[in-house]
């Protein structure tokens, strides 16, 4: 599946290695954000270790934040609120890039203007590309521990792409 529209433009260990200044590099104002595995760990409503605080540095800088989640009302929102990120839209069905688009309109961006951050390329990076925002990758916080059969297939191929993502950046 080496297809580019699985591909990231960035990748960083943790959402929390973002900085501002890798904002501009990136020439994005604001950031879309997957919570699962990207803020909190997978199934659970606990933020990895620094989010929060990542978070609050994100806000005192102004930086615009959207939560894009394919997670259902009451988990999206919880994290929204305790985290502290204002927008957020749930059931966004990526790797259909509507609800990234749904959430540029409500922060009043231009999708271009966005980076979307994530841990899968088969959806994040994935909507992030066709919905035209910047495909920036996390690596996972840590394996998921249920719907296993369902994370291998999504995750199938992720390897290899990823491989190929460090030789480009490598110049290979
Ligand atoms: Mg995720």
Redesign the pocket.
Known sequence: MLDDRYMPKYRFASVCDITTADLEKMGVSGLLL?I???LIYDETLTPLPGVKEWVNKMNSAGIPLAIVSNAILPRVFITAKRLGIRHYIYSAKKPKPDGLLRAADKLGLPINSLAMV???LKT?MFSANIAGAVAVFTDRAQDEKIFKFYFKKARAGEKELLAEFERRKNGE
């Open positions: 997957d699962d595995n990207t994530g841990d899968q994040d």
